[in-house]
């Protein structure tokens, strides 16, 4: 059923509101295989929610969300199977304090897909050494730096080789330096045939890394397209202010 | 990809999808269906049990010692007017526990050299009375100190038993309470003292809150084993809802008066239960993200 033209992920007009609040409205997205979306917009503006409906944390009120051609928000699919394919990078982390680094890593390895302890351990020491960790394995999370943190988290959702990876703003405590680094790990995953999404406040990252940037505003995608449409000659009046003031930051250098 | 214009679909009203409806349906079908295995299945669990027990060949002397209405009757206000004793011994010696405890496990965190005296007397306490057998507690206080014969002291054994009760339900209590205080995160505590709290005020402010809520089971747990314990308070002949039921067992050799005070205690301790639980589940919908999983 999946042809090569099915996306990886397809949302389809998702809403998903808290009480009153419409978070999102009506969200419709197509991730195609081996390629990294990039969602953009203001803090609380649904980034993060996004993520979690699409991981099925959240329910959604409407739509759907296909996941290679499946609908995975219907009441009858089996949620832990489409998890299993879905890696997740928290904003906040969610590291487990009571595990070391290499427990943490190991742990869906070994539990959830039945890889040996010697084979999981191998890999997850392989990629802890790719992101400059390899010195951290036996240590456990709280006594690691912000940074340390967030990379190991990403190698925790990398250890499961899924098929989708959702990245929440993984550049956040990172140096310039570390940036590079991460912004390497993603192009290689890419290289690799690895699809995903991420969050990021980072639009020079999302630039250097993304086929395709997404602008949520108001509970919508208000502009979508290649990075060089959108950071460089945005359609949307809402989208030239936000792009303005981030510049003004000095998060995005200007055109 | 069409790009939506926001302005004109936010005002055009939301109207559920076929989608949306169809999935709504299904789960209604689903917790129907579920509903109706549960009631099903319960029904089916009741009436084994009830066949087994009435077609058992003991059914018919069993009847009559432990569910004679006659005698349920003659019990019922005995053991009710015995049930006061429980109540007033849970409610007074329930608040002061929870007072004590919570003070005692307090102390023995206190951090310092100056409190190093505190700290070893908390812990001195708590190894003792946990320690020591709860009827032992009791036999001591209620013949023991009359025994000394003090002027000014109680020889009342309600007192006396309560003295008891609070004595060694106060080193169970601390101990929940110190297990909640541990597992606090200590990033909460620096993120308190780095805003300028004071030890006693961090303590105050934000480790016990977190620390409380986190205990609320297991204290009911202590709460409820205590209001069946009050009853040991009638070794020094105070007579409580047991006893009263044992009064008249043992006059009219039926067993059914007994039954009357365990239903009596277990309905007191349904609203309880029920009540924490909805009080926990309250604040955590409140408080966490919640989700699916
Ligand atoms: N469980 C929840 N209950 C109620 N409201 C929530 C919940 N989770 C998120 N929200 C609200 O939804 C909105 C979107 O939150 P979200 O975390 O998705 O934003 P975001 O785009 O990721 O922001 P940031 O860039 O700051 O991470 C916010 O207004 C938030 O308060
Ligand atoms: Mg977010």
Same mark, same amino acid.
């Given at each position: 059923?999946?042809?090569? !033209?099915?996306?990886?992920?397809?949302?389809?007009?998702?809403?998903?509101?808290?009480?009153?609040?419409?978070?999102?409205?009506?969200?419709?997205?197509?991730?195609?295989?081996?390629?990294?979306?990039?969602?953009?917009? !203001?803090?609380?503006?649904?980034?993060?929610?996004?993520?979690?409906?699409?991981?099925?944390? =959240?329910?959604?009120?409407?739509? /759907?969300?296909?996941?290679?051609?499946?609908? @995975?928000?219907?009441?009858?699919?089996?949620?832990?199977?489409?998890?299993?394919?879905?890696? @997740?990078?928290?904003?906040?982390?969610?590291?487990?304090?009571?595990?070391?680094?290499?427990?943490?890593?190991?742990?869906?390895?070994?539990?959830?897909?039945?890889?040996?302890?010697?084979?999981?351990?191998?890999?997850?020491? =392989?990629?802890?050494?790719?992101?400059?960790? /390899?010195?951290?394995?036996?240590?456990?999370?709280?006594?690691?730096?912000?940074?340390?943190?967030?990379? @190991?988290?990403?190698?925790?959702?990398?250890?499961?080789?899924?098929?989708?990876?959702?990245?929440?703003?993984?550049?956040?405590?990172?140096?310039?330096?570390?940036?590079?680094?991460?912004?390497?790990?993603?192009?290689?995953?890419?290289?690799?045939?690895?699809?995903?999404?991420?969050?990021?406040?980072?639009?020079?990252? !999302?630039?250097?890394?993304?086929?395709?940037?997404?602008?949520?505003? /108001?509970?919508?995608?208000?502009?979508?397209?290649?990075?060089?449409?959108?950071?460089?000659?945005?359609?949307?009046?809402?989208?030239?202010?936000?792009?303005?003031?981030?510049?003004? /930051?000095?998060?995005?250098?200007?055109? | 990809?069409?790009?939506?214009?926001?302005?004109?679909?936010?005002?055009?009203?939301?109207?559920?999808?076929?989608?949306?409806?169809?999935?709504?349906?299904?789960?209604?079908?689903?917790?129907?269906?579920?509903?109706?295995?549960?009631?099903?299945?319960?029904?089916?669990?009741?009436?084994?049990?009830?066949?087994?027990?009435?077609?058992?060949?003991?059914?018919?002397?069993?009847?009559?010692?432990?569910?004679?209405?006659?005698?349920?009757?003659?019990?019922?206000?005995? *053991?009710?007017?015995?049930?006061?004793?429980?109540?007033?011994?849970?409610?007074?010696?329930?608040?002061?526990?929870?007072?004590?405890? &919570?003070?005692?496990?307090?102390?023995?965190?206190?951090?310092?050299?100056?409190?190093?005296?505190?700290?070893? &007397?908390?812990?001195?306490?708590?190894?003792?009375?946990?320690?020591?057998?709860?009827?032992?507690?009791? &036999?001591?206080?209620?013949?023991?100190?009359?025994?000394?014969?003090?002027?000014?002291?109680?020889?009342?054994?309600?007192?006396?038993?309560?003295?008891?009760?609070?004595?060694?339900?106060?080193? +169970?209590?601390?101990?929940?309470?110190?297990?909640?205080?541990?597992?606090?995160?200590?990033?909460?505590?620096?993120?308190?003292?780095?805003?300028?709290?004071?030890?006693?005020?961090?303590?105050? +402010?934000?480790?016990?809150?977190?620390?409380?809520?986190?205990?609320?089971?297991?204290? &009911?747990?202590?709460? *409820?084993?205590?209001?069946?314990?009050?009853?040991?308070?009638?070794?020094?002949?105070?007579?409580?809802?047991?006893?009263?039921?044992?009064?008249?067992?043992?006059?009219?050799?039926? +067993?059914?008066?007994?039954?009357?005070?365990?239903?009596?205690?277990?309905?007191?301790?349904?609203?309880?239960?029920?009540?924490?639980?909805?009080?926990?589940?309250?604040?955590?919908?409140?408080?966490?993200?919640?989700?699916?999983?």
């Amino acid at each position: 059923m999946t042809t090569p !033209a099915t996306p990886v992920l397809r949302l389809e007009s998702v809403r998903k509101s808290f009480g009153d609040q419409v978070v999102l409205r009506d969200i419709s997205i197509d991730v195609p295989a081996h390629s990294v979306t990039a969602l953009i917009g !203001a803090s609380g503006s649904g980034k993060s929610t996004l993520m979690r409906c699409t991981n099925l944390l =959240e329910d959604i009120d409407d739509g /759907a969300i296909l996941l290679d051609g499946e609908d @995975v928000t219907d009441p009858r699919a089996d949620q832990d199977a489409v998890r299993r394919r879905i890696g @997740v990078v928290f904003q906040a982390y969610n590291l487990f304090p009571h595990m070391t680094v290499l427990d943490n890593i190991t742990l869906a390895p070994r539990r959830v897909h039945g890889v040996g302890r010697a084979e999981a351990e191998d890999r997850a020491r =392989e990629l802890l050494d790719r992101l400059g960790l /390899a010195a951290k394995a036996k240590e456990y999370p709280d006594r690691l730096s912000g940074g340390q943190q967030q990379r @190991v988290a990403i190698v925790r959702a990398l250890a499961t080789t899924p098929r989708l990876l959702l990245l929440d703003e993984i550049t956040a405590a990172l140096d310039p330096e570390l940036v590079g680094e991460v912004l390497a790990v993603v192009r290689d995953l890419k290289i690799q045939g690895m699809t995903m999404v991420l969050s990021t406040h980072e639009m020079s990252f !999302a630039r250097e890394v993304a086929d395709q940037v997404c602008f949520l505003d /108001a509970g919508v995608v208000l502009e979508q397209g290649p990075p060089e449409q959108v950071f460089g000659d945005p359609r949307e009046e809402r989208t030239r202010q936000f792009l303005s003031r981030i510049v003004a /930051a000095g998060r995005l250098a200007p055109q | 990809m069409t790009v939506t214009d926001a302005t004109v679909s936010a005002e055009e009203p939301y109207r559920p999808s076929a989608r949306r409806l169809a999935r709504e349906a299904y789960r209604r079908q689903r917790a129907r269906r579920s509903a109706l295995i549960a009631a099903v299945s319960t029904g089916a669990t009741a009436l084994v049990l009830y066949l087994v027990i009435v077609n058992s060949p003991g059914w018919a002397v069993t009847r009559k010692t432990f569910f004679s209405l006659h005698f349920a009757r003659q019990a019922l206000p005995e *053991v009710l007017k015995g049930l006061r004793v429980n109540l007033e011994l849970m409610v007074v010696c329930g608040a002061l526990i929870l007072v004590f405890g &919570l003070l005692l496990a307090v102390a023995r965190t206190l951090r310092g050299p100056v409190f190093l005296p505190v700290r070893l &007397l908390a812990t001195a306490y708590v190894d003792f009375f946990l320690g020591l057998p709860m009827i032992i507690c009791l &036999l001591i206080m209620i013949t023991g100190v009359p025994a000394l014969r003090l002027t000014g002291v109680t020889t009342d054994p309600m007192v006396l038993g309560g003295a008891a009760l609070v004595l060694t339900y106060s080193a +169970y209590v601390s101990e929940v309470f110190r297990a909640g205080i541990q597992s606090v995160h200590p990033s909460q505590r620096a993120a308190a003292r780095s805003l300028g709290l004071s030890n006693a005020q961090a303590m105050r +402010y934000v480790v016990l809150p977190q620390a409380v809520r986190r205990v609320v089971p297991p204290l &009911l747990n202590n709460l *409820v084993s205590l209001q069946k314990d009050t009853g040991l308070v009638s070794i020094g002949g105070v007579i409580d809802a047991v006893y009263a039921a044992k009064i008249i067992a043992v006059q009219s050799f039926n +067993y059914t008066p007994y039954l009357v005070a365990g239903l009596v205690f277990i309905v007191l301790t349904v609203p309880m239960t029920r009540f924490t639980d909805w009080i926990t589940a309250r604040m955590n919908r409140r408080q966490w993200q919640g989700g699916l999983v």
